[in-house]
């Protein structure tokens, strides 16, 4: 009888699918190659190095053009505009705790790939003691608040750059408290009717002060004054400034004017104000004992327990050089009620921020609580500001991410959800205590899916409003990753890093596979069609996406496999930049080459396509892929029946090349004007055939399509040869598709 054949149309193509019986149309592995909006899977865009090449005197002695070669590992990257991205900063540190940003217009040969950052007393933040890193646990976190750039890193004091220079974020401690006295009456032009206290009783008062920084940020209460006491009816015997005995006769009746002493800031301080008690003595009317009353002493008393810790604001001295105010404000003239548990330090053992509701969020090594300061003022934190998040669950906690609706908190095992606002107060709920992050860096809000996250056995998603525990659920988002996942070295999850890079519309992931240390490879998801990728030969420190209209992807580099002109520095990632081999390939041996090569081949590998069941005797006759070649070849292997080891001889060898000649390769910057034609590149059909001595038999066949050059491949057809069949059906119609003629498979 003759020969049967039939064509199986696989289209259109999707992203890695590595379960036992996943459909045709997705590949068991895709490597360096990105959805595009033609509906096919081209090669990934390259990256190219950033800092510039300044002849520098390495501590060896020789001459370095690449400075990072000599110097400390870079830990931790962002990117930070102000003004609508008029100004903009690639803020980086290493790993001995030096804080830099990028400024690619400097020449010096010492300072050519970043400028300082300084601080308010022009010091450098550099290794002399000023900062740590903490990389080998969590490198330094940074967040936006307004146009100002937090940092923390669980060791140095909190930071916060405003473009210009870089200073602790609020006060470390409280001032001293001030010294207050009565102002001596030779101080005075004549008796003096409005002033301090009450005329028809006594009067006690305390004082305490704060220090404010130029972004309004006020510190913690001092320790009160000593308790100012005096009356007005009495004659009153104090000290005066020189501590010369002042006395003060019986005769008339007029309030005092009070001389408040106050302690000057630390660099950075740009105001202190000053608060003081009401009258902490009960009023005449109210003192006396009758008839199962109290004492006048222990009204008194009580009276300065309720009051004595209650300051109303007095007033503001707008510098920090002036020690001396005379306050003259009575008591009905005061301003607004504060209480020492209304301020705070921003924690200094802090090791992540978030933004919710104009407050910020701090987490990190205390243990299991979550602190946040008052609404808009970011470096001040009342003590009673915290949720203790200890349940059966006792991890710490290890991420967070401010959505519209919550503040999404994560434990190892458990996520909770933060709702409300500073005015109705701030309450947190359980949302599970089954699945938790294991890397604050990898939580990103992915545009159209949810909120992705990394947990130990895969990626996660969070969907829903977070309005309401009941209305958010989360799933396995991975689940098609199963080998890749086996791979990944979760004991280095504080190095991961994540973006969205919008242009490409992807999530990625850097982790560290195998044996790594560092991350080695990005798990990319596109999030427009839910395809998974993976992208090699990308190890990176840092990694972070521009806010504008570029969305560039810079990275702080760190591999021996660069040829990018050098091993560390900053890279970025785009559509005009390419991996192929250039011409620093002299300063590599010829196994490292071919390492670099393997690790830059883009790849797509389908999946093992089951035919067991359908036919006797299949064997396959020919694949013909639909590519764009852009001028450059195509390599093509086939494996049989899941063999790993063995692939399937085809016409000449186990691997076929097939150059992608289109006939139109463009033109442009070679043709001559008014005579050559400048031309696209257009889809071209590349065939691959099979060797006649393999009939079969054949139940499954997995094709891997490879070129270290730009290819795109949109979809492929296998065609087979038939012999005896029980039940002879179109494979694409058996596939789920239309036609051999029109369709393949359509999801």
Known sequence: MSIKTSKFIVTPLRGMDQRWEARPNHASYIQNMT??????????????????????????????????????????????????????????????????????STTDAVNGYGSWMYDVSGGLFDSTGSRNCLFEQSATFFTMYGSNLYMVNGIDAPIVFDGRKATRAGFSGKPSPPMVYITPKSMIAGEFKSGVGYTDSGNQYKYVVTFVNERGQESRFSNPSEKLEFATKVAVTTKNSVGAIVTFPATGSYRRLVTVHIPTGPPGTVARRIYRTQNMVSFSEEIGAGSGGVSSITTEKLREAQYGREFYYVTEIQDNVCKIYQDHISDVELG??????????????????????????????????????????????????????????????????????????????????????????????????????????????????????????????????????SQTKFFKLSQGLREIFKRVNTEFAHKFRSVINHSDREYWLSVC??????????????????????????????????????????????????????????????????????????KYTEEQLATIVKARTSIYETVNVNFNGIYENFAPARVQ?????????????????????????????????????????????????????????????????????????VSEIRLIFTSPFLFEIINYELEARLGQSRDVINLTEKFGGGSASKGGITR
């Not at 959805?35 to 390495?58: E, F, H, L, M, T």
């Not at 209209?549 to 890279?571: E, K, M, Q, T």
Request: with cysteine; aromatic share 12%.
């Open 35 to 104: 959805w595009s909006d033609q509906d096919s899977w081209r090669s990934s865009y390259g990256y190219r190095k950033i800092n510039p090449d300044i002849a520098v005197v390495g501590d060896d002695g020789t001459t370095i053009l690449n400075v990072f070669e000599d110097g400390p590992i870079l830990s931790s990257l962002y990117w930070f505009c102000q003004h609508g991205n008029a100004l903009q900063w690639l803020v980086y540190e290493n790993q001995r705790g030096h804080l830099r940003y990028f400024n690619g």
């Open 336 to 469: 607004g009620l504060s209480i020492s548990e209304d301020f705070g330090d921003f924690p200094r053992n802090a090791t992540m921020l978030a933004v919710f509701k104009n407050t910020m969020f701090v987490a990190g090594e205390m243990n299991e609580e979550l602190m946040y300061s008052r609404p808009m003022q970011p470096e001040v934190f009342p003590i009673d500001n915290v949720f203790n998040l200890s349940d059966n669950q006792t991890s710490l906690i290890t991420g967070m991410y401010a959505t519209g609706d919550s503040l999404v908190v994560f434990k190892y095992r458990a996520i909770y959800l933060v709702k409300g606002d500073p005015v109705n107060g701030f309450f947190a709920q359980t949302l599970t205590t089954d699945i938790g992050c294991i890397c604050n860096e990898s939580i990103r809000e992915v545009p159209g899916v949810g909120l992705v996250f990394l947990a130990n056995d895969g990626i996660y998603v969070l969907e829903g409003t977070y309005s309401t525990a």
């Open 513 to 586: 596979l195998d044996s790594d240390t560092s991350p080695n490879t990005i798990i990319k998801f596109s999030y427009e069609i839910g395809a998974w990728s993976i992208y090699t030969d990308m190890p990176n420190v840092g990694m972070v996406e521009v806010q504008d209209h570029r969305s560039y992807i810079y990275f702080a580099g760190d591999s021996v496999r660069s040829l990018n002109g050098g091993a560390h520095g900053l890279y970025v990632y785009g559509g005009s930049n390419t991996n192929n081999i250039s011409s620093n390939v002299s």
């Open 625 to 697: 892929a639909r590519v764009v070649g852009y001028g450059n070849t195509l390599d093509m292997q086939v494996f049989t029946n899941r063999d790993s080891d063995t692939k399937m001889a085809t016409s000449a060898t186990s691997t076929q090349s097939r150059p992608l000649e289109d006939q139109n390769f463009p033109l442009y910057g070679t043709a001559l004007y008014g005579v050559g034609i400048y031309r696209e590149h257009r889809p071209i059909v590349a065939r691959f055939d099979f060797s006649t001595a393999n009939k079969g038999p």
